[in-house]
């Protein structure tokens, strides 16, 4: 019996996709990009996502749950399609390796910083391969094994909330930006909720009933309100000032934390949140592996999953110090907000022009 | 060259040869051909009865004494050919046309009578071995006592006295090509799902193998992932776990010999539940599952999260409790890892060593080793007081888990943990534990998740995985078994 994934799983996977090494300065990018209770334009930015998301929705009913290789492969000529295909490939393993290199350096950072990031990187990029070379149904498995191991932190933030204020949250609205609001601020914040549109290369395990979307948009509801929860504890928690001071907010709240039998447990905590982040890798080089095996379709087992692991390490290389792999998150990020819209509405264009040529062809015979 | 290397990393087309048909030649029995067959075998016995001119060859050692007398002696003692061919007509007397089946028969304890040139088989096996007794691996407090034997008779006698139904239904195999081990599959007709039935059938019958002498030896030759370390069946030598596991629609396999049983499908989370939970008020029930649950956390992480906080993160240690910690270090000359290497290599050697000697002598490796590992090592400055805790609450939690395979396969991943913790701290901890995730996933057992009810996720089930709920709340039966026929119990009125 073939598996299908279901709407839980893609829910699970959309959630887990989005939660990455943003979350732990995302208090601190919302007071300067936004100012004050900026949770609120967190909120408006989750709509523009399930604007995305319904776009994506949109294709699949179109194209009736064909793949978007299918799509692309039906209207535009192969050797357009190839090295367009080995862009994406290796645009979608550059996100996924500057991801995974970010967390690694402030790991790196808080715990071993004497220790070559490189070594802790190569690791992270074993669990990658041990996880591509798995089918998505597997893959989606230990996402939700990953979702239920880290989930319960949480509960963590009941520790802070003795000390929780709600005066800290000011009632003024977007006040105190760093620099005056603008587009760009809120294009750097949406890149937040980059990662659902990798949906659409979950189509061909998926029911063709595009009942599993409901799974998407919970996903991505659920991220929304796991980020709004994030800010309001950290604004209440911390001053805004504060908020803007550190890098990291979340880690430092978490070094708050004293238990009587264990101290200073950010760097446990912080640790736990690879499993979202080799996810998101994961994903990213999913999506690539896709790409890939259109391109390469009578590979050997397993060798495109090196390829991909191999290339990902490599890419490791061009980030080796927090600035810029800070840097290297923003403008991948940027760039994969652009294609999350721009590829749903090339292929709706693809479609409608697939469908004008099939109502032609009916009428001529 | 570039091609040569494209060519070495496609995928080579796999020439299939057709499937070439055996057709096997059909010897009639014949009692010279069977003397020849077993020519040098002592134990083989030749009884001619002259005057009804027939013959008996049987095994000595496999034929039982009172079963001789009443379907041989008595009848053919003293008697003309005619009344012999009389009472041959009988129906415990069964002709046989193959020469195979003669001397299988004959090998499986039955008499073989060459009468007029045919052959009859006559069960007159007698069962040896050990009487129902208790398991001594899966003892229980509470329920049942009795446990499955090597005898394939008494454990399936034990089976159909516990499910008195007609729809139970047994399916008989052989495994081995030269220990013919007879395996029974046992299952619920109108609730298990027959593509189970048929999948294990055909795996057993597809085995190549020279023989099969035991229940844990055969699942290895049928898992779906021949190299994981996890067990992927669920073997269990008590009568009233196998019973439970059959009436909730999985088969159960028996192997000739051996005295446990197995079933399928089979997820991780059943390695954690014993029948004992079930015969308890289900709130007690409930806390020992998550006890165990919490045991497999302890002994997957405990020493190393010891390693790795003693060598990376001192700053996780409470300050009430490093100066005690620190001074415990002090006198041991190893870094942390290799202490923690040492002291569980030593829990584990005195474990096998328990296991090994007879329970008296096993009592006193057990008191030796507390002396060695306990006071005397931390004297020597060998290891410090806390990593013994540590050590020590790993261990006893080790054994918390019902089954001794997952505990064993369990306690062998620690190694590989606490070596990761000792050069990587936090990081390694979680790298090694998200490798055994990754590894989980991919496991399958019969075509299902491992990993079920958390993937594929079905919450219901959980109620009978992470807990034992309440009987009127198990109403159905669990989802991977895929039965049509869900519902088990219904509400009391």
């Not at chain 1, 979202?276 to 890798?281: I, R, W």
């Not at chain 1, 264009?349 to 032609?360: A, E, G, T, Y």
């Not at chain 2, 134990?43 to 079963?67: C, I, M, T």
């Not at chain 2, 729809?167 to 495994?175: A, F, G, I, N, R």
Request: aromatic share 12%; charged share 15%; glycine share 6%.
């Amino acid at each position: 019996m073939r598996e299908k994934l279901n709407w839980f799983h893609v829910a699970i996977l959309t959630y887990m996709i989005q939660l990455d090494v943003t979350l732990f300065s995302l208090p601190r990018i919302i007071a300067e990009k936004l100012g004050t209770n900026g949770w609120i334009g967190v909120l408006l930015l989750s709509l523009v996502g399930i604007l995305n998301i319904f776009l994506y929705s949109l294709v699949h009913r179109m194209g009736k749950g064909a793949s978007f290789f299918d799509i692309v492969e039906a209207s535009l000529p192969k050797f357009m399609i190839y090295p367009l295909y080995l862009a994406l490939a290796l645009f979608y393993i550059y996100v996924g390796s500057i991801l995974g290199k970010s967390f690694i350096i402030i790991f790196q950072i808080m715990a071993f910083p004497t220790t070559n990031s490189m070594f802790l990187f190569l690791l992270y990029c074993y669990m990658m391969y041990c996880m591509l070379i798995k089918d998505i149904y597997s893959i989606s498995k230990a996402v939700t094994v990953f979702f239920f191991v880290t989930f319960w932190l949480g509960g963590l933030t009941f520790y802070y909330f003795s000390e929780w204020e709600i005066v800290r949250l000011t009632p003024f609205l977007f006040k105190g930006a760093t620099e005056e609001i603008s587009l760009n601020s809120w294009t750097d914040i949406y890149t937040i909720f980059v990662g659902c549109e990798l949906c659409l290369y979950l189509f061909p395990y998926a029911s063709r009933d595009g009942k599993w979307f409901k799974g998407v948009y919970i996903g991505h509801i659920f991220i929304t309100l796991v980020y709004v929860y994030v800010i309001i504890v950290s604004s209440g928690f911390f001053s805004f000032h504060q908020l803007k001071a550190m890098s990291y907010p979340i880690i430092d709240s978490l070094a708050f934390i004293e238990l009587p039998f264990i101290n200073r447990v950010e760097n446990l905590v912080f640790a736990f949140f690879m499993f979202s982040n080799v996810t998101s890798s994961v994903i990213y080089g999913f999506a690539s592996l896709s790409a890939m095996k259109r391109i390469f379709p009578r590979m050997r087992k397993n060798v495109l999953e090196f390829v991909i692991a191999g290339i990902t390490f490599g890419f490791g290389f061009t980030a080796q110090i927090l600035r810029e792999t800070d840097k290297h998150v923003s403008d991948a990020m940027f760039v994969e907000t652009i294609l999350a819209f721009s590829i749903p509405l090339l292929l709706i264009v693809l479609l409608l022009i697939q469908r004008l040529r099939l109502q032609k062809g009916s009428e001529r015979a | 060259m570039v091609k040569r290397i494209m060519q070495l990393l496609q995928e080579q087309p796999v020439a299939v040869a057709p499937p070439v048909e055996q057709t096997e030649e059909v010897i009639p029995p014949s009692l010279d051909h069977t003397l020849d067959q077993f020519t040098d075998c002592a134990d083989l016995v030749h009884r001619s009865f002259p005057k009804a001119n027939l013959d008996v060859v049987y095994f000595a050692f496999l034929v039982g004494n009172d079963e001789f007398l009443r379907d041989i002696a008595m009848p053919f003692s003293d008697v003309t050919e005619s009344e012999a061919a009389l009472r041959l007509t009988q129906s415990q007397y069964m002709p046989v046309n193959n020469s195979k089946d003669c001397i299988k028969g004959i090998l499986n304890g039955k008499a073989a009578i060459f009468f007029q040139d045919v052959a009859f088989l006559v069960d007159i096996s007698h069962p040896i071995g050990r009487s129902i007794a208790q398991s001594e691996t899966e003892t229980v407090i509470t329920g049942p006592h009795d446990g499955f034997v090597e005898n394939l008779v008494h454990n399936l006698s034990v089976v159909r006295r516990r499910i008195k139904s007609s729809h139970v239904k047994t399916v008989t195999l052989e495994v081995g090509e030269v220990s013919k081990t007879i395996v029974v599959l046992v299952y619920m007709e109108d609730i298990v799902d027959m593509s189970f039935v048929q999948m294990l059938r055909d795996r057993i019958q597809q085995i190549e193998v020279d023989s099969v002498f035991e229940t844990n030896q055969l699942v290895q030759l049928i898992d779906d992932n021949p190299n994981s370390l996890f067990p992927q069946f669920m073997t269990t030598e008590r009568p009233d776990a196998i019973c439970s596991k059959i009436v909730a629609g999985r088969v159960a396999c028996f192997v000739e010999g051996s005295p446990s049983a197995f079933s399928c499908p089979t997820s991780f989370f059943e390695f954690f539940s014993s029948p004992d939970d079930y015969y308890q008020r289900w709130q007690l029930g409930t806390a020992l599952r998550i006890l165990r649950i919490i045991g497999f956390l302890i002994t997957m992480i405990f020493t190393a999260l010891y390693v790795s906080v003693t060598t990376f993160h001192y700053e996780m240690i409470p300050h009430t409790m490093l100066l005690n910690l620190t001074e415990s270090r002090s006198k041991v000359p190893f870094p942390p890892l290799v202490e923690a290497i040492m002291m569980e290599t030593t829990i584990e050697l005195l474990r096998e060593a328990g296991a090994r000697l007879p329970s008296k002598i096993g009592q006193t490796i057990g008191i030796v080793g507390g002396i060695v590992i306990g006071q005397a090592a931390v004297q020597a400055g060998f290891t410090s007081n806390i990593l013994i805790i540590a050590v020590a609450l790993s261990a006893i939690a080790s054994f918390v888990i019902p089954s001794y395979l997952m505990s064993a396969s369990i306690r062998l991943i620690r190694f590989g943990i606490i070596f990761l913790a000792g050069i990587l701290g936090n990081f390694g901890i979680i790298v090694g534990v998200g490798l055994v995730v990754i590894h989980l996933s991919g496991i399958t057992n019969m075509g299902t998740s491992y990993l079920t009810p958390i993937a594929p996720i079905s919450t219901y089930d959980w109620l009978d995985t992470f807990a034992r709920g309440p009987f009127w709340s198990l109403r159905k039966r669990p989802s991977q078994a895929r039965t049509n026929n869900e519902v088990k119990s219904r509400p009391r009125k």
